[in-house]
């Protein structure tokens, strides 16, 4: 069994407190990524249940033992660094096998360790190299095939896609997949790229300078997010997110354009309130280039003049302005707009959010 | 002369060749003649009589010189070894220094800024038996009622030579070693950390293989100086008593100034640059491995 929980863990550095407070529950062969702009305390977190960094408050508990105050070798973990952290001097062998050496494991069981590592990352041609003989990708698998042969309670993972190239990330995404799948421990995994926290996590923890914001499945967070920051941190291209005033029943903006409030909304505003609106790309498109997903009655069309658009093959992005700024707008099968020229832009509200202007928290129940 | 034209890469490096030519190979080429001569300074043309390897020969069943010899390796060995244990020592402690490091760094090269002949004097006071205040402090603590000959007996003056070797050098050696340090990543040392090293594991395997050509290369120089150390020794005992601390250069200043054998000494010299070269060479080896182990790219 190997569960973490984080309980009020708070964290300083003298008088500047970086981690407030923070609770959380991780389940056995869960896969948990901690997500977030940089800054926000997840490396920092992701430290401490590590024992990298000393923990100014609060418990951690892996399994059943509370680990605050063990040295990083009595927690049983393992760690998969930015920069791989390799041992230069030793072998791809030798890097993969050092936790089993340390713990004074026999040869011969080092080396089936390491063979079996090697046969999962296909490293098997290269376990006599050095780290500075290998490219980024093989780099990082020699640092995946070293924390997998200790079979750890569970895998810390700390941005180990950021310093390779957008073809590579995507490859070794797929693989960290299959391997949690094969290995099936609990893994704690720290990025601030949101597609990887999405695609790898059964949930994500987003959070913002050192709270946690939400946490849920990739589906919660998407299509329900708590707050305005979760609704504009994820998600691509991001979410439109205006401020706008409730009055005569309509969401009215600063430049006095207006739409009709959201239908799942409109028992929780009241007139004069302040609201944030939210709406996805690919809930705003030019008529008949979009798919809406509720009610047509629910879908409101205004007619708006081009600003630019970005053409992606399949679709086209298209900055379209209303109420005085550029919303994104996403069109499919698109046909060819330029600047200037008049669109009829839809906007599915049924698929909206509203937020607090204050709290910043969402509306819905 | 007209048509001769050298090419402009031989007539730029010219000026070079005969620079070097006058001021290292032509002496040198002259000493390693007069090692085949009987050339003494006090009969010049004895310059001209050739007597083959008779010098070498004599050198070859010469006690004293061997000694001497094996007594240079020997300080060699223990001033080495010392200083890279201390100057580790020290660049450990004061790499962990977050507040004044810059000013521990400074004050840690100060016994480099004294000249040898100064050393030299300050411990040959220091270990005088009779005003020395190494004797007035174990007299004063009690430990000895003696007064303890430390530049007269043989073993106690090597003793008093290589503390005086070792605390004037042993900051090139935490130098070295503190840039590898500093150069040094972090992250090994925290993934070593979680692989389940405890503190000595991590320098053992980890620290260790990073600053060891570092390591190497101060001990490349520090071999060459101690290898043709004379100073020190020169004001603390001069060799002696009766020769006892007798070492290569020190003899070998005698051999050719005092006895005016220059000849015999050329001989001697060139047997001590041939230690010179293989202590060089087995340091550069090593240094070069140690490169390669940890993947340098420099």
């Known amino acids: 069994m190997a569960t973490v929980s984080l309980n009020n863990l708070v964290k300083k550095y003298g008088n500047l407190e970086v981690v407030h407070s923070i609770n959380l529950d991780v389940a056995d062969r869960e896969f948990i990524a901690l997500v977030g702009p940089s800054g926000c305390g997840k490396s920092t977190s992701l430290r401490m249940i590590a024992g990298l960094e000393d923990i100014t408050g609060g418990k951690i508990r892996i399994g059943d033992r509370v680990v605050n105050d063990l040295p990083p070798r009595q927690r049983n973990i393992s760690m998969v660094f930015q920069s791989y952290a390799l041992y230069p001097h030793m072998s791809v062998a030798e890097n993969m096998g050092f936790s089993l050496k340390i713990a004074g494991r026999p040869q011969s069981e080092i080396d089936a360790a390491v063979a079996e590592a090697a046969r999962t990352l296909s490293l098997e041609e290269l376990l006599e190299r050095r780290p500075s003989q290998l490219s980024g990708g093989q780099r990082q698998r020699v640092a995946m095939g070293r924390a997998i042969v200790r079979k750890p309670d569970v895998f810390l993972f700390d941005e180990p896609l950021s310093n390779l190239d957008a073809k590579l990330r995507m490859q070794m995404r797929t693989e960290i997949k299959k391997l949690h799948a094969q290995v099936q421990s609990t893994v704690i995994y720290v990025t601030h790229d949101q597609v990887e926290a999405m695609t790898l996590s059964d949930r994500i923890v987003i959070m913002r300078d050192g709270h946690i914001e939400q946490v849920g499945t990739p589906e919660e967070v998407f299509q329900r997010p708590a707050t305005r920051f979760v609704a504009g941190f994820i998600g691509s291209p991001t979410m439109n997110l205006r401020e706008a005033e409730i009055a005569d029943g309509k969401m009215v903006f600063a430049n006095g354009d207006a739409l009709p409030i959201p239908p799942q909304f409109r028992d929780k505003v009241s007139a004069g309130g302040k609201v944030v609106f939210g709406i996805r790309p690919d809930d705003v498109f030019p008529a008949g280039h979009g798919i809406h997903s509720g009610d047509a009655t629910d879908v409101h069309t205004v007619d708006v003049p081009v600003s630019i658009t970005e053409p992606l093959g399949n679709e086209t992005l298209v900055f379209a302005e209303f109420a005085g700024d550029d919303w994104i707008a996403r069109m499919l099968n698109p046909k060819a707009l330029h600047p200037g020229d008049r669109v009829d832009l839809s906007f599915d509200l049924s698929q909206a959010h509203l937020f607090s202007a204050d709290t910043e928290k969402t509306l819905r129940s | ?298």
Request: with cysteine; glycine share 6%.
């Open chain 2, 1 to 298: 002369m007209r048509g001769w034209k050298p090419a402009p890469h031989v007539l730029l490096l010219l000026p070079a060749f005969i620079v070097l030519a006058a001021v290292v190979i032509v002496p040198l080429l002259l000493s390693l003649y007069s090692s085949f001569t009987p050339f003494r300074l006090t009969r010049p043309d004895s310059i001209y009589t050739f007597i083959g390897f008779r010098n070498y020969e004599r050198l070859f069943s010469d006690w004293d010189f061997w000694v001497a010899f094996g007594r240079t390796v020997l300080l060699l060995t223990f001033a080495l070894n010392l200083e890279m244990v201390l100057g580790l020592i020290l660049a450990l402690l004061v790499e962990k220094a977050t507040r004044g490091q810059r000013i521990l760094r400074t004050i840690m090269m100060f016994p480099m800024m004294f000249s040898p002949i100064l050393v030299g004097f300050q411990f040959k006071f220091m270990f005088n038996d009779n005003i020395g205040v190494v004797n007035n402090a174990l007299q004063s603590l009690g430990l000895t009622d003696q007064a303890i000959p430390w530049l007269i007996d043989g073993r106690l003056a090597f003793i008093s030579i290589l503390t005086a070797e070792i605390w004037s050098s042993t900051a090139v050696f935490a130098i070295f070693i503190l840039a590898g340090l500093m150069a040094m990543p972090r992250e090994p040392l925290e993934a070593a950390k979680v692989d389940g090293c405890t503190p000595w594991q991590s320098f053992r395997y980890v620290t260790w293989p990073f600053v060891m050509p570092f390591a190497y290369i101060a001990m490349t120089i520090r071999s060459l100086d101690i290898a043709r150390a004379y100073d020190i020794v020169k004001i603390m005992t001069d060799g002696g008593p009766a020769g006892r601390t007798e070492i290569l250069w020190t003899l070998i200043a005698r051999t050719a100034y005092s006895d005016a054998r220059m000849g015999l000494a050329n001989a001697m010299s060139y047997i001590a640059i041939l230690l010179s070269i293989l202590f060089t060479v087995i340091f550069f080896r090593q240094l070069a491995k140690a490169r390669q182990q940890i993947g340098a790219e420099w």
